[in-house]
């Protein structure tokens, strides 16, 4: 009985041991470190999920202003892929041999919208951004226009709309523009000038509502992205950018209110 139990024991030992070297001999999961703009906040959890799920990539993304990501990448900064809020910053880094050859792409267009939390009075369905020169409107916030794109949009949006002398001392500025609609949702802001793809996240979706700006009152926002050309895996980044560019991962985009490019 007892060779009986060392014998059980020995074999027990051997397939545990065969199962680690089965389970090492898997290859490993290659990485890509994502820089995106902070409008794709939600669209890009998303567009990587999908990814990871049916490529051996695992993807770290990282979230904020495409004018910070810009002045980081300029130091290169540990980032493989690049996701920008517009075409500018991409051109750059590729203007100064930063980039891959031919790394470049255009993904999607923004869209603009004014928020302001269920709590409000103000019809935004209504009135637009007109509605936020009303008295009880006494905050809005928007992306810091020094470095976000969505910033200089709004900036624009309001100026075209002729309310931007009167809602000017009323601005208070988000790192970027996701930061923007988290100071409207917390009260900090009383209204919001931010991405439609933000607005129609579902935490967004379920505390406010929200107005479309129209396109011809701001310039359009058209994004790109870049892969690095210090980028660890070159490979897997090409894959992360195929996929966001195919029909799946165009149809993730537009689930999130963007228009895609040629359309």
Known sequence: MKRFVAASAAAALLAAAGCRQSIDRRPPRARVRVAAAADLNAAMGDLVARFSGSHAVDVEASYGSSGTFYAQLLNEAPFDVFFSADLEYPRQLAARGLTLDGGEFQYAVGRLVVWVPNSSSVDVGR????????ASIAHVSIANPDHAP??????????????????????????NVAQALQFAESGAADAAVVALSLALAPAARDRGRYAEIPLDQYPRIDQAGTI??????????????????????????????FFLPNE
């Not at 900036?155 to 208070?172: C, E, F, I, T």
């Open 228 to 257: 690095l050309k210090w980028a660890a895996d070159v490979e897997a980044a090409r894959a992360l950018r195929a996929y966001v560019l195919s029909a799946d991962g165009r149809a993730v985009l537009r689930q999130y209110g």
């Open 150 to 175: 969505y910033g200089r949009a709004a900036v624009a949006a309001l100026r075209s709309a002729g309310v931007y002398d009167a809602v000017q001392s009323k601005l208070v500025f988000g790192e």
């Open 127 to 134: 009135t637009g951004l007109k509605g936020l020169a009303a």
